[in-house]
């Protein structure tokens, strides 16, 4: 299932470069690369053959990066205040398709007193994820799919302050993470039947992130909460911390994590966001009562050589509430840059699960590791920055 909550990358779109009297600026990404992927272990069902649920081999447009078009501008608005804004569409090279789903679509203000944004925006719990591990949040090797993550959340509004001796404080909050006000009405079930009533639903956030940076030095502190409007028993609880330290001769990294979901929940146990298709009425795998309740963790290293640099990371999933379900996962990784702007990749990971986790490989990062295929993968290919 995929969610959509928190991160932000609005620091690109404010840098310095992009202040002129009137600026717009297009960008984008292109990434095109061969993944394989194959192998099963815990409740990942047993297959073989190529397209069974653990074996894949296909060319495509995700395997390290999310193909997109950009488009972003900053205008000066004089006494030192600048209006910005940043629309952002992904497609798919391989196929030739795409430009209908949205990234990040934002319009705000920066001056003296900070920035502040509103639209959809970059969830903060992911970006941490993508900051501090070395293969970001695309690649096969990236540890944000090993747990539940909200990409970005729509109908929000985000405040970022000016820094302060290395601080940086930001504040969010959305109306409904998941998409227009009311849409959420009726997916949350008692475990077989939708839950009616008066309420909408909505998946209402609150996050606050505490950034310092000091040179090599760079921690992040990040709590968030959201809340169903109108049912009781729907918190959601987020603590992540992230640090990492840039030796020079190896970057070392790493991110603790803390998820707590009450059974109501958008990421607890008992949600059907597919009425017609049955089995899909228990998304997050717990039965009527439960508490969504897990601590993810993990570790990554950076070693530059030249034009080239070596990636490693190790994480597991501690599940508190189901027995037998935590699961690990290391990758290891290489990048060479033909250019600033053109790099070479290839990149293998593996996932080991206990006998109830049925965690797969997956390069985008907002899967929760249940919508991919096998236990190994092996991708490598070409991006182009443009």
Do not use: C
Request: aromatic share 10%; glycine share 14%; charged share 15%.
């Amino acid at each position: 299932m995929q969610k959509k909550i928190i991160a932000l990358a609005i620091a690109a779109a404010t840098s310095g470069a992009a202040f002129a009297q009137s600026n717009v600026t297009i960008y984008g990404n292109i990434d095109m690369g061969w993944l394989t992927t194959s192998g099963t272990n815990g409740a990942v069902p047993a297959g073989g053959a190529v397209g069974t649920a653990n074996q894949a081999r296909n060319f495509t447009g995700q395997a390290a990066s999310f193909s997109h078009l950009g488009f972003k501008g900053v205008e000066d608005l004089g006494n030192g205040l600048k209006a910005l804004f940043d629309i952002q569409y992904r497609f798919n090279p391989d196929a030739g398709s795409g430009l209908n789903q949205a990234g990040r679509s934002y319009v705000g203000l920066t001056g003296g007193f900070g920035t502040a944004v509103a639209g959809y925006l970059d969830g903060l719990r992911y970006g941490i994820y993508g900051k501090y591990n070395p293969f970001t949040n695309y690649s096969i090797g990236n540890f944000a799919s090993m747990t539940t993550q909200y990409d970005r959340a729509a109908n929000a509004i985000a405040y970022i302050s000016p820094a302060w001796k290395g601080f940086t404080l930001i504040l969010a909050t959305a109306t409904n993470t998941q998409g227009n006000e009311g849409s959420l009405k009726g997916i949350h079930t008692n475990g077989v039947n939708a839950i009616t009533g008066s309420s909408n639903a909505d998946d209402r956030l609150f996050s606050v992130n505490l950034v310092y940076t000091n040179g090599p030095l760079n921690v992040d502190l990040d709590y968030e909460t959201t809340k169903a409007a109108g049912l009781s028993d729907s918190r959601l609880y987020v603590a992540t911390g992230g640090v990492s330290y840039d030796f020079g001769v190896v970057k070392i990294g790493g991110v603790y994590d803390v998820i707590k979901g009450q059974q109501n929940s958008l990421i607890g146990g008992n949600i059907d966001l597919d009425g017609a298709t049955a089995g899909l009425q228990n998304l997050g795998g717990l039965a009527a009562g439960q508490e969504y309740d897990r601590r993810n963790w993990f570790v990554g290293a950076t070693v530059p050589f030249g034009k080239a640099k070596v990636l490693a990371s190790y994480g597991q999933v501690k599940d508190k509430t189901l027995s037998d379900a935590d699961a690990s996962k290391w990758a290891i990784g290489a990048r060479y840059a033909l250019s600033k702007r053109t790099e070479l990749y290839a990149d293998y990971a593996h996932i080991k699960n206990e006998r109830n986790a049925s965690f797969t490989i997956n390069p985008m990062g907002n899967s929760a590791g249940l919508s991919g295929n096998g236990v190994n993968g092996f991708a490598m290919g070409i991006k182009h920055a443009f």
